[in-house]
């Protein structure tokens, strides 16, 4: 049974709350106690014009969302190099020892997940548009840095100052969907980043299979070199046209026309979700810790963010192992990839439409789960190939839906700049443990990595469905409380300053 609760908006009726058909018989007494909160404010009552909420929304999507999309293009491009380098002998070049190579993946991380809770709190004071353009520009030239590595101690730095900068991407795109997109419109448009995702790991492939055949100059000969210094300068080359497209503060847009940009205010004040005056206050982090939503969310990241960026740079050395040597892997991770994105978008698609989250998350950790078991189990190459596209079902449905879900059940800004940037800081701190579990000594099958990636993904199916039923306790407490209230004659008013602790909000699932 699934209780939730979301605003309709339209040019000639009221505002108010209606919920699903599974709402249980006797929330129809708190609908009728908003629609009597609802007669003593009729004269605040905001009208959006429809037609020019489709412009503005057009809008935001062609100027905003593709160029979030482009920004995470070249992040996951950049970060997933090491995986298609490695196919051409990076790790013997630079003559990395034991499982330094797995080390430095590792390291990325380190700084990855310090500096994320940071970027996601700073992001209303310094802006969207300063952040992402100052972090992209530096990730760049430090991908091109990699192109001169000689050693392990250069590949360690490169990676701690790329995870350093990488941090304010992510967390940030998650974060400024859902201050400008309501719960049914934003799912959508991350659905698209994280379609873009997928297709830079498939475009990394190609671009990797073309260029690992070139040589440089002397003393930086390997086609490896190449690969960084292309991508590198692919992301800086595409800066300056940030630099006058993406806008600084949306509110005042050069594409909006004046008409769009009050419509745009109106949508700040009309939709809660999207409310942006709520100040920063500690007490917002410390209610968070105390919060088990918060842990939950957090635990399935973690558990399924393992298997994406393994993922990246694991998946074609795992290739490699079932007849398809050296660059050649790199082209055969492609098909797995584009299949991937595909199925992100069905997924994304279908989660709107039901406005479901929690079952199609749980359908894809199990086809996950089963990729992974084909991979352990089977001898076949052709078996194991099939294995992964398996498990790419679960890679980028189970990390993009969660953090949307975790957006679809908070209201105020610096609420969800927590919850969003602490997860992700937990998510992302798989990405110190990938580099261990998936062991050079282990190499090329990973056997000992499958099978930690196969064991978290057990605990997310455990993970979500406890999370369902703690939200469904949530949500009949809330409905026991407004109705046992408002049968003794004292009915409870709504509060929306305290988000999702308001006692009318029902969380979604």
């Known amino acids: 049974m699934v209780l939730s609760i979301s605003k309709v908006s339209t040019d000639k009726s009221n505002e108010h709350y209606q919920y699903n058909s599974s709402t249980p018989k006797d929330a129809s007494k708190i609908i009728e106690n908003i629609t009597e909160d609802d007669e ?30 482009l920004f995470y293009f070249f992040c996951q491009l950049d970060r997933s190099n090491l995986g298609f380098a490695n196919t051409a002998g990076f790790s013997n070049d630079i003559r990395l020892k034991n499982n330094e190579f797995g080390d430095a993946n590792s390291y990325l991380y380190i700084t990855y997940l310090t500096f994320e809770p940071v970027n996601t709190l700073i992001l209303k004071k310094i802006t969207p548009k300063i952040l992402m353009i100052t972090c992209a520009f530096a990730w760049g030239i430090t991908t091109l840095c990699q192109g001169f590595i000689q050693n392990a101690g250069g590949l360690y730095a490169c990676r701690l100052v790329m995870g350093f900068f990488e941090s304010g991407i992510l967390p940030v795109i998650y974060l400024l969907s859902s201050t400008i997109y309501t719960k049914t419109e934003k799912s959508k448009r991350q659905s698209f980043v994280y379609f873009i995702a997928a297709l830079a790991s498939a475009f990394g492939g190609l671009l990797a299979y073309g260029l690992l055949r ?53 949508r700040l004040v009309y939709y809660p979700e999207l409310h942006e005056s709520d100040k920063f206050e500690w007490k917002v982090v410390i209610n968070m810790f105390k919060d088990f939503k918060f842990y939950t ?26 007849g398809y040597t050296g660059i050649n892997s790199n082209l055969m991770v492609v098909p797995i990839y584009i299949y991937g994105a595909i199925y992100y978008m069905v997924i994304a698609t279908l989660s709107d439409h039901f406005k479901i989250r929690s079952l199609f998350m749980g ?32 890679i980028y449905p189970t990390t993009g839906l969660n953090m949307m879900w975790i957006g679809d059940n ?39 990595g499958i099978k930690v990636g196969l064991i978290l993904t057990c605990v997310a199916i455990a993970d979500i469905i406890v999370l369902v039923f703690h939200l469904r306790y949530l949500n009949r407490k809330k409905v026991k409380a407004l109705n046992e209230a408002r049968e003794q004659g004292h009915p409870l008013k709504r509060q929306p300053e305290l988000g999702d602790k308001d006692p009318y909000y029902l969380y979604t699932f």
């Open 297 to 322: 969310h957090a635990i399935w990241q973690f558990c399924c963010a393992l298997s994406f960026y393994s993922s990246s740079t694991f998946l074609p050395k795992i290739v490699s192992s079932m």
């Open 410 to 448: 908070l209201l105020t800004h610096y609420q969800k700049a927590s919850y969003v940037g602490f997860s992700m800081a937990i998510a992302n701190s798989s990405g110190l443990v990938y580099g261990q579990v998936f062991r050079a000594q282990d190499a090329p099958r990973y056997d000992y």
């Open 214 to 266: 070139v040589t440089g100059p002397k003393h930086l000969e390997e086609g490896w070199r190449i690969l960084f210094f292309a991508e590198g300068l692919m992301t800086i080359g595409v800066l300056p046209l940030a630099i006058f497209i993406f806008p600084k503060h949306f509110n005042k847009a050069w594409f909006f026309t004046e008409e769009e940009k009050q419509c745009y205010e109106q």
């Open 40 to 69: 003593e404010s009729k004269e605040n009552e905001i009208f959006i014009d429809k037609q020019v909420e489709k412009r503005v929304l057009r809008k935001l999507d062609l100027f905003v969302v593709t160029w979030l999309a």
């Open 363 to 394: 359908l894809s950790t199990v086809a996950m789960a089963i990729g992974y078991a084909i991979l352990l189990g089977a001898k076949k190459n052709g078996v194991r190939y099939f294995g992964c596209f398996f498990m790419i079902m679960g």
